[in-house]
């Protein structure tokens, strides 16, 4: 029994220790970034968890042997280290809110008290005042080409709407299990947010799975109405390869060659907020994770076999889609992602905000992992309150007809990264 003790508090030291430095290398990171996402995200459960075994083992065995010893300072060096998470995940209102400060917004929700009894539950999804309409069909294609719908019981009218665009490396994913808190909050407002499937890889090639969210913009401007969508107010968002893609659909609005059969339809984005996404598909950026990515064979597999470097790399990377009209953007990373570099996000965000005419805001959030926005937690909760007020900022700018703010020109100025290419 003691030894088992000793063991458990070991694996928990090791999972505080890596999510709080994750740790390096590509061959560590998805290991990596699965401990330490669930660690981080989860760190109050863990806490509670940490400190329960360690005063049952204490008042069934005390601390007579070696193992006990070491054990219990184990334990308390974890409960140390899921502390310093929870306070650093507690900072991300206030990033958020220095973020949307810098293009004139102010998060009315910055510095509120923590909802602890929304992390405390953090896989319940659900709303007495929001629906569900799973499973329409947007496209020819099978279950590839459905969505699901989320809207107010009330249907209000004339209701901005938000197409979330699931990750998953572009060969898996489903529109079932991600981006579900924001749109359950955005619901919860009146809003109405859809979540996409889209052709996966290695079946589909690029650019297949921005033509089929192409697809799925134009079915939610003709029947978002029936749910009390607004046509004229579209924003989109998603993380990882969601965030790719969602930065692809914003920066590619009507381009008549990615809209085989409805190029005349309008697939301009009001607004996108892309999370902890990839930017550069053809390692532009000489970023050392970014080349390693470029030349790996997930590469191969989006691109298709056939592919050619750099034409149709370039054809699929946001950097090379930069244009002065993009919409407004909300970038988010986290500074621990150990799948996609927090460097990427930052070169993106610098690159764009020098060429486009809209708001750029850039929110980068210490001892955040990739994925830090799956379910509700201290960090995510106040990360979604706050993407909240960037879209209904936007949106109430463009009810009013104002031109959007100017961006102040400021330099990043990000937090250091060990792992920095």
Not at 56 to 65: F, I, N
Not at 292 to 302: D, F, L, P, Q
Not at 322 to 335: M, Q
Request: charged share 20%; hydrophobic share 45%; with cysteine.
């Amino acid at each position: 029994m003691t030894r088992g003790f000793l063991i458990r508090q070991a694996v928990n030291a090791a999972l505080t220790a890596n999510a709080l430095r994750p740790v390096p290398g590509m061959w560590a990171s998805v290991p990596a970034f699965f401990a330490g996402w669930l660690t981080s995200e989860l760190a109050p459960q863990q806490l509670g968890a940490t400190v329960l075994d360690a005063g049952v083992h204490l008042a069934r065995h005390g601390a007579s042997t070696r193992s006990d010893r070491l054990g219990l300072a184990l334990a308390a060096a974890s409960a140390a280290g899921l502390t310093a998470a929870m306070v650093s995940s507690r900072r991300a209102g206030q990033e958020m809110a220095d973020a949307l400060r810098e293009i004139g917004v102010d998060d009315p929700g910055a510095g509120s008290p923590i909802d602890w009894r929304s992390s405390s539950r953090p896989f319940r999804m659900r709303r007495d005042d929001v629906a569900r309409v799973s499973n329409l069909e947007y496209a020819p294609g099978g279950a590839r080409f459905r969505v699901d719908v989320y809207h107010h019981r009330d249907l209000p009218p004339n209701a901005p709407m938000l197409l979330q665009i699931h990750g998953g490396g572009w060969v898996i994913g489903s529109k079932d299990h991600q981006g579900l808190p924001l749109m359950v909050e955005l619901a919860s407002r009146g809003w109405v947010c859809a979540a996409v499937n889209y052709p996966l890889s290695p079946r589909a090639s690029w650019p297949a799975h921005l033509i089929a969210l192409k697809q799925a913009v134009a079915w939610l401007r003709t029947n978002g109405e029936q749910y009390g969508g607004d046509p004229d107010f579209l924003a989109v968002t998603g993380g990882s390869a969601g965030g790719h893609l969602a930065a692809m659909v914003a920066l590619t609005a009507n381009d008549p060659g990615l809209q085989p059969g409805f190029e005349d339809v309008d697939t301009s984005v009001s607004a996108c907020v892309p999370m902890y996404g990839a930017y550069d598909f053809a390692a532009e950026t000489g970023i050392k994770q970014v080349r390693a990515r470029v030349e790996s064979r997930i590469s191969e597999m989006v691109l298709g076999k056939g592919a050619r470097f750099p034409e149709d790399y370039l054809a699929a990377s946001p950097l090379a889609k930069l244009r002065a009209d993009a919409p407004p953007f909300l970038v988010v990373h986290g500074t621990h992602d150990s799948l996609l570099p927090v460097t990427e996000a930052r070169e993106f965000v610098s690159r764009l905000r020098a060429i486009s005419t809209s708001p750029v805001a850039y929110a980068e959030l210490r001892g955040a992992q990739h994925a830090f926005d799956i379910f509700h937690s201290i960090r995510s909760d106040q990360v979604i309150r706050a993407i909240a007020a960037f879209l209904e900022s936007v949106r109430a700018g463009k009810s009013s007809g104002e031109e959007p703010a100017e961006r102040p020109h400021t330099e990043l100025n990000p937090a250091s990264d060990s792992r920095a290419g």
